[in-house]
C-alpha cells in the first residue's frame, strides 16, 4: 500500500535532511503509528505520500502509484484515495456537518444522489448522526473531530493518513476518536497516524514506526512509545 525505498528529503532552505535513507512498506489494511520528537521528519513523511513533496532522493509508491515518476495531472486522482485528518479538523466554518462531508464529495464530481445517500451513512458510522444541520462551532472538538474524520472516510479512501487527529483533544476525546480510527480500519483502511500521545500509542499495541532526526531508528509490529519516556 505505501512503500518508501531509501527516500531521502532536503528541503531547499534546510542544511539538514528532513528525511534520511528511509525505507518502510506498509501493507493494506494495517494500522501504523509515525512516532518522533518534533522535527524528527513525521510530516514530511506523510506529505511525501500525499505527493506535497517530492523525494530529493530514493523512490516512493503508494497503492498503484509510482510517485516519482507521477505526472503533475494524475496527482489528484492519487488524492482521492488518500483521506487526510489533521490535529486542527480544518472543517469550512461556515457549512454545517452535512455540507462540510459533501462537500468532498462535491468537489470530485459525485452525483448529488449518491451524496445524499452516503452522507447520512457516514455520519451514522462516526456517531454524529442527530448533529447533521449544526454549524462547526456549535459542535465539542471531538465532535469536529469526528465530522473531519467522517468527511475524510466518505468516500472510502483506501488509506487514511491523520496527522496528531487527537492533539487537541482531552484524554477520553482522544479514545473515542482512536475507537473510530480503529473501526476504519477494520473496515480494511489502511491508517498511518503521526501522533505524540504516549497513551494512545501504549494503550493500542500497533506498529510503531519512530523517526530521530529523519531516520528510522525503530519499527516494532506491537509498540509502546517508548521505555523511560
Ligand atoms: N517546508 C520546509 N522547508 C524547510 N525545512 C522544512 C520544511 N518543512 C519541514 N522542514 C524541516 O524538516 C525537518 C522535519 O520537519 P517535519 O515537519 O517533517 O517534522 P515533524 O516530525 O512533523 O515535526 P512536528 O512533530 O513538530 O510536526 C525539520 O528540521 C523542519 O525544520
Given at each position: ?185 477494520r473496515t480494511g483502511t489502511t491508517v498511518l497516524m503521526a501522533t505524540h500521545d504516549h497513551s494512545i500509542v501504549d494503550s493500542m499495541r500497533r506498529r510503531v514506526v519512530e523517526l530521530d532526526l529523519g ?15
Amino acid at each position: 500500500m505505501i512503500r518508501l525505498e531509501q527516500v531521502s528529503k532536503v528541503y531547499k532552505t534546510s542544511t539538514r535532511p528532513a528525511l534520511e535513507n528511509v525505507s518502510v512498506q506498509v501493507d493494506k489494511g494495517e494500522f501504523v503509528f509515525l512516532i518522533g520528537a518534533s522535527g524528527s521528519g513525521k510530516s514530511t513523511f506523510l506529505r511525501l505520500l500525499l505527493r506535497e513533496e517530492v523525494p530529493s532522493k530514493g523512490r516512493v509508491y503508494v497503492a498503484n502509484f509510482d510517485l516519482t515518476r507521477m505526472a503533475r495531472r494524475r496527482v489528484p486522482r492519487l488524492r482521492q484515495s488518500i483521506g487526510c485528518v489533521f490535529q486542527d479538523f480544518r472543517l469550512l466554518a461556515n457549512k454545517t456537518v452535512a455540507e462540510n462531508v459533501a462537500f468532498a464529495l462535491e468537489v470530485i464530481g459525485k452525483p448529488r444522489h449518491t451524496i445524499r445517500k452516503v452522507v447520512p451513512e457516514v455520519l451514522e458510522l462516526v456517531g454524529l448522526e442527530g448533529k447533521a444541520g449544526r454549524m462547526p462551532h456549535e459542535l465539542s472538538g471531538g465532535e469536529q473531530q469526528r465530522v473531519a474524520i467522517a468527511r475524510a472516510f466518505v468516500n472510502r479512501p483506501l488509506m487514511l493518513l491523520a496527522d496528531e487527529p487527537t492533539g487537541n483533544l482531552d484524554p477520553d476525546t482522544s479514545q473515542d476518536i482512536m475507537l473510530l480510527l480503529e473501526r476504519i480500519n477494520r473496515t480494511g483502511t489502511t491508517v498511518l497516524m503521526a501522533t505524540h500521545d504516549h497513551s494512545i500509542v501504549d494503550s493500542m499495541r500497533r506498529r510503531v514506526v519512530e523517526l530521530d532526526l529523519g531516520r528510522v531508528v525503530r519499527d516494532d509490529a506491537r509498540g509502546v512509545y517508548g521505555v523511560g519516556r
